[in-house]
């Protein structure tokens, strides 16, 4: 018998806490230089690999709520961070993409987040971050698999 509690035994609620611990820490680090807050970060990060993208695909790609990528791209936008013009195909949405003082940014923060990744993971060896990465993965696409289904016919409700 463990002798922690149930719930820290609960894999989705460790899941959560331990990314919110990780990307609280990161968040430390780019909040303190940069002034952004974790959905700006996300946002721009997101921006940054992948180019020009409605605030739809954003909302899927950071597996945020609508009204915080809404928020986070008009903070963006205001500081010149991001920038906005009419989707051309539908003329309801915009595309969004990171501007050159953006892009800047996000080329200053990345070397942050990496070097935090690798303090925060320097506990496994280097084959165990793959296994964990390639598990995580799997984990990650069976609840993409799943979406739309009832999981035991409840909502955890873990962030």
Sequence with gaps: MSDKPPLFQFLPYLLSITSNMVSGRIAQEYRARFA???????VMAVLGDSGSLTQRELTGLTLMDKVAV???CKVLESRKLVWRQPHEQ??????LALTETGRVMHG???PLAVAMEQRLFSVLSTEEIAQF???????????????????????????
């Design 70 to 72: 809404n928020r986070a």
């Design 108 to 110: 200053e923060i990345m």
């Design 36 to 42: 952004l807050s974790v959905p700006e970060w996300r």
């Design 133 to 159: 990465r390639a598990m995580l993965e799997r984990v990650r696409a069976m609840g993409g698999d799943l979406d739309g289904e009832a999981i035991g016919g409840g909502n955890f409700g873990v962030r």
């Design 90 to 95: 539908d003329g309801r949405s915009h595309m």
